[in-house]
């Protein structure tokens, strides 16, 4: 478990263990040094989202093991970088968050209530 704070000002919770998620694979949406993307909105993958970001060139859906990325389907909750679920919700297509495993450094990129419309009921892996 990490000492980082989610949007809601508690202790982050892990997003995702399966498939595994965060930008350093430990299934929370942390974040560090050299995370250029910002891996930090937990995102229930929808079908229109995936459609979406592969239509704006970041194909989230095929496999890339070299990347020790599964490939992803609707129902799977990822870190997704800050400023792509920002894009997806300027363009009416952002999938919903976990407001408990979304990191605080979200807040520089996605505006907290717009966070909150979106937001889902955390549950289990």
Do not use: I
């Amino acid at each position: 478990m990490t000492s980082a704070k989610n949007v809601l000002g508690t202790p982050l919770q892990p997003c995702s263990t399966a498939p595994m998620t965060g930008y350093f694979r430990t299934g929370c949406c942390d974040t560090g040094p050299g995370d250029v993307g910002v891996h930090v909105v937990c995102a229930v993958m929808t079908e229109e989202f995936l459609a979406f970001t592969v239509a704006v060139g970041n194909d989230l859906v095929t496999p890339r093991p070299e990347y020790r990325f599964p490939g992803l389907r609707a129902g799977d909750r990822w870190c997704l970088c800050a400023r792509r679920w920002q894009e997806a919700f300027e363009a009416g297509k952002a999938p919903p968050v976990v407001l408990e495993s979304t990191h605080m450094a979200a807040l520089e990129f996605v505006d907290l209530d717009a966070l909150r419309a979106h937001a889902v009921v955390r549950s289990g892996d």
